[in-house]
Structure formats: C-alpha cells, structure tokens
C-alpha cells in the first residue's frame, strides 16, 4: 500500500488540514467540494460566489478566512507528527485510501494512520461486543479473534475494554511467528496520539508495532463521546464482516451491526444464555437475520473474501497446556454437570447438588480458580467453555 512519507508536498498536506478543520465542514460537504474544484488548495483560492454555490454563506465565509493561530499550529504539529516512523495521513486522494472506506457513505476526508497502512487494504472482519463481557465472552472474542488471525484474516475493532481489547489480543497472538497472519487494526476515537481507554496504553503500543491503529479524529482530540458511536461506521466500513461476541439490547455494538447490513457486509453473531442480558443483543440480531456461529469455521465458510487462503494453524488449549486440574476427586466434576451451561444462582445450585453450603463454595472457588466457572453479579455461577 502507497502512503504519503516526509517527502510529500507539506503544502498539499497543510491544504488538506485546513479543510478538515474548517467549521462546517464534514466529509459529506468536503468531498461535495473536492468534487466541485478539486484538491483543498483549488477550495481556498476560488471566489466566494463560487463557494456559495456548494455551501452555506457562514461555511463559504469560513472557507476564506485566514487560518487562526491554533490551527497553524496545529497543522504544524500534524506535519512532524507524520515524519515519524510509521506515522502517515492518508487523504481521500491518496492511492493508499483504503478502498473498503471509498464505499460507504460517508469515508472521512482523512486518516491518521500510525503502524503497518498495508493492513487497512486486507480481507478482514470486525470483531466487537460489550465492555463489560463476562469471562466466556472474553475468551469467545480472543479465540476466534486468533483463529481467524492466523488464517490470514485482519481483526478490526475499537480498543474498548472487554470484547474490543480481547479481538486485538488475539489478532497480535494470530500474527506472532506468523507472516501470513492477519494482525489487528484499532479503530480509535480520538486523535492518533492519545490511548483511550488509557488502560489500554500497554495494548496500544503493540497494535502499533505489529498492527495499524487509524482514526479520523485530529491529534489532540480527547475522548467525546459521541466520536465513539461515529467512528463504528469505520469498523464496519473497513471489514468484509462483523461478528458480535456479547451485547445487550442497547449495546454499541448494536449500531456496529446496523451500519454493517447497511454497507453490505455480513454480519454475524454468537448466541448465548437465554438468561443473559449480555445474549439478548446478539439473539436480536439473529432473529433480523444475522449469521448465527459456533466457530470461527463457520465465519472462514461464509466470507467468499477468503477462498483460496491458508488452511488454520492447529490453535491450542491453553488451560490443557498448562495442564486442567483434577476436579473429579472432590466432586467437581459432578458439580459441573449440575450447574449446566446457564447462570444458576447459589440457592439454586445448592438444591440441585444436594451438598452443604461450606462444601458447596468449597469446589465452586476450586472451579473458579481452575478457570471453569465465572461468578457474575449476584453470586450467579455460570460454567466457562
């Protein structure tokens, strides 16, 4: 993929900025103007009568003024930031744009790409779900994040906590010792140089090494929160598909899917516990048509995008590897057939098992410690895998 370097035109560039920052102008009026007059430099040297036929007066009035102080400097800074290694601005112009983008509705007039730009024009999929996920969703999103990694597909999401963290962790772990791996691209929504969430600063930094981190936001640009829900069009934008993990009915993620059925993509789905509000958004989503999975195969089946790849790597049990603990010896093993594969409350359990309440929370903390079993708000037990 092409990528503008430290020897691009920094007018050109500089042009481009200030188009971005004009007050009143997004995506929509700055390609309506581009393909009115051309590059952003042709913008700012037409008349105002000419503008005035495209945009507002206020929008043509700010076109034409002189460019404030702190833009100068912001575009100053953009400029050096961009001769960074790894660092680059790609405009709608730019052979490097990542096509997907040019397909929506609305691609924003630039990204701030810092890590590996080849990324952004790979078959991929999107990856999200709750940033408060359970214990299985987590593990859910990270293995067929890693799966799907290995076999050559990229794992975009949105460096939230919970799901979104999970994706990126088993897109790098698809990727590592791997060169026809996939990798992971961050889809964030502020400006390039900030990590939001900031517990997620350890995590960013190895997105941008081995993986591509974009946004569409100025350098600068805290987290807002209505940048967040704009960018998802981005994610789903970028992706051949987008798979939700975990989701209540409200959820973000939600609006991941509508946005990804409305630029054509697949979208797909993880079913989960009747019981679990967590579930109830991705069953939503089946029942209006989403893919319902079980493995990450059944994703690798569906996406035409990935014929001719790879077969995946054997991806191993990490809690066999390290090796499960005997859970038969002290009634374990029976207490996991009793508590099922639904959330079951301790009243709940300690009828079906029959065992006393010190024997009873006794195997559960054993079972826990081993990684079977979560406990979820309101001492409800919910068994893993």
């Not at 979104?164 to 088993?170: E, R, S, T």
């Not at 090494?209 to 936001?217: F, R």
């Not at 990935?306 to 374990?332: F, H, M, S, Y």
Request: one cysteine or more; hydrophobic letters at 45%; a negative charge.
């Amino acid at each position: 993929m092409t990528c503008r370097t430290a020897s691009a035109d920094d007018a050109e560039l500089a042009a481009w900025l200030r188009l971005e920052q004009t007050d009143g102008v997004g995506p929509d009026t700055g390609r309506r103007l581009l393909a009115a007059f051309g590059l952003p430099s042709n913008i700012f040297s037409t008349s105002f009568s000419a503008l005035q036929k495209i945009v507002p007066e206020r929008v043509a009035h700010a076109l034409l003024a002189s460019p404030s102080d702190a833009l100068l400097a912001l575009i100053e800074r953009t400029l050096a930031w961009q001769q960074q290694p790894g660092n680059h601005l790609l405009t709608l112009a730019d052979s490097g744009y990542p096509q997907a983008l040019l397909d929506i509705a609305d691609p924003p007039l630039m990204l701030y790409v810092k890590g590996r730009a080849e990324l952004l024009g790979r078959p991929s999929l999107a990856v999200v779900g709750s940033r408060n996920a359970t214990v299985q969703g987590i593990a859910n999103a990270d293995r067929f994040a890693e799966t799907l990694s290995q076999r050559g597909l990229t794992i975009i999401s949105g460096l939230a906590l919970g799901i979104d963290a999970a994706a990126h962790q088993g897109g790098l772990r698809g990727v590592a010792g791997n060169p026809d791996g996939g990798s992971t691209v961050a889809v964030i929504g502020t400006g390039a140089d900030i990590v939001y969430p900031a517990r997620n600063r350890e995590l960013a930094h190895r997105i941008a090494e081995a993986g591509c981190i974009i946004s569409e936001y100025p350098l600068g640009m805290p987290g807002i929160a209505a940048n967040f829900p704009r960018r998802n069009r981005i994610i789903s934008g970028l992706s051949s598909g987008v798979l939700v993990v975990e989701a209540a009915l409200k959820s973000g993620s939600l609006i991941t899917a509508r946005m990804a059925a409305e630029q054509g993509r697949d979208v797909f789905a993880i079913p989960g516990s009747i019981h679990s509000p967590l579930a109830k958004g991705c069953h939503q989503l089946i029942k209006q048509g989403a893919k319902l999975v079980e493995s990450a195969q059944d994703i690798l089946e569906e996406l035409s995008v990935l014929r001719g790849l790879a077969a995946p790597r054997e991806v191993p049990d990490e809690r066999a590897a390290a090796g499960k603990p005997d859970v038969t010896a002290d009634g374990g093993q029976r207490l996991l057939a009793v508590l099922g594969y639904d959330p079951v409350s301790l009243d709940l359990l300690a009828a079906r098992s029959g065992c006393d309440a010190a024997t009873l929370n006794a195997q559960l903390l054993a079972l826990e410690l081993a990684g079977l079993v979560e406990v979820l708000p309101g001492a409800i037990y919910r068994r893993i895998g």
